[in-house]
C-alpha cells in the first residue's frame, strides 16, 4: 500500500480493506493484520491503523474477536455491494446518461450501446 494521497491514512486503510473484501481478497472469517502489524509494515502510528479499523468496525464491516483480532463479518460483501451499487447509479451512469443526452444522444442510441454493452458481457 502507498500512502501518497492527500486522503488522511486512516481512510486509505480503511478503503484498502473494503477494495480487498469487494474483490474476494478477503473474504467473511478472514483476520485482517493486527493494529501492530500494520505499524510496522507501513511505518504509521498504530492508533492510525485503530482508527481505520474502527470506522470498518462501526460500518459493520468487520468485528473485533478479544483477545485475538479483527476478522471480515459475514455480511461484509453483501454490505460492500448493496451501497456500491447505490454509489455506482447515483455517481457514475446517472451522470453519464444525462452527459450522453446533453450531448445528443438519442435515448435509443443510449440503450442501445448499453444492451451491446451486456450482451458482450
Do not use: C
Not at 478472514?30 to 491503523?49: C, E, K, V, W
Not at 456500491?84 to 450522453?100: E, F, K, N, Q, T
Request: glycine share 8%.
Amino acid at each position: 500500500m502507498d500512502f501518497s494521497s492527500d486522503s488522511p491514512i486512516y481512510l486509505q486503510i480503511a478503503q484498502d480493506v473494503r477494495t480487498r473484501i469487494t474483490d474476494g481478497d478477503l473474504g467473511p472469517g478472514d483476520q485482517l493484520m493486527s493494529t501492530t502489524q500494520y505499524a510496522t509494515t507501513y511505518r504509521i502510528n498504530p492508533a492510525t491503523a485503530n482508527k481505520a479499523f474502527a470506522a470498518l468496525v462501526q460500518e459493520g464491516l468487520v468485528e473485533k474477536r478479544r483477545g485475538i483480532g479483527m476478522f471480515v463479518t459475514e455480511d461484509a460483501p453483501e454490505i460492500l455491494r448493496a451501497s456500491g451499487r447505490s454509489r455506482y447509479l447515483d455517481d457514475v451512469l446517472g451522470p453519464a446518461i444525462r452527459r450522453g443526452l446533453s450531448l445528443g444522444l438519442a435515448p435509443s442510441a443510449i440503450r442501445d450501446h448499453v444492451d451491446s454493452i451486456l450482451e458482450d458481457s
